[in-house]
């Protein structure tokens, strides 16, 4: 199964496929500026920690399969002004939102983890802006 159809499973059909390519890069751009504004990879990960994810943050960091997450799970992380936010990028409404960022979130953070170890924030920024300029198909790819 690929990553797009574990999406399109755990939410009821496959939001990221549906969004154009700048709503795309918008999305992108929002999930980078919540790791920033969050204090970095390292800070994130704290935030789930914090929310009683950490399970499922450290999932993502591993080697092993991701652990999924709901919209809901990240309102619990993330304030609703940061949803809001994200939500008017990408020209969704903020459910739709949350949902996007449950999506793309863990995959990303696997993505800025390689071989299952946490790197330092400056790293991860760096792979993050690789990852950026490649845009989402970039992401999706496994």
Request: net charge negative; proline share 3%.
């Amino acid at each position: 199964m690929g990553f797009l159809d574990s999406i399109g499973k755990q939410i009821g059909g496959n939001p990221v496929s549906n969004l154009e390519g700048n709503q795309q890069g918008a999305l992108l751009q929002s999930i980078s500026g919540l790791i920033s504004n969050s204090g970095g990879l390292s800070g994130l990960l704290n935030k789930f920690h914090q929310n009683g994810l950490g399970q499922h943050a450290q999932s993502w960091v591993g080697d092993g399969e991701n652990m999924e997450i709901t919209g809901e799970h990240v309102q619990q992380v993330f304030d609703s002004q940061q949803i809001r936010q994200v939500a008017g990028q990408t020209g969704t409404d903020p459910g739709h939102a949350s949902n996007l960022i449950a999506a793309i979130l863990p995959g990303l953070i696997n993505k800025l983890t390689p071989q299952g170890k946490q790197v330092s924030d400056s790293e991860a920024h760096s792979s993050l802006t690789g990852l950026l300029s490649g845009g989402l198909g970039s992401l999706l790819r496994r």
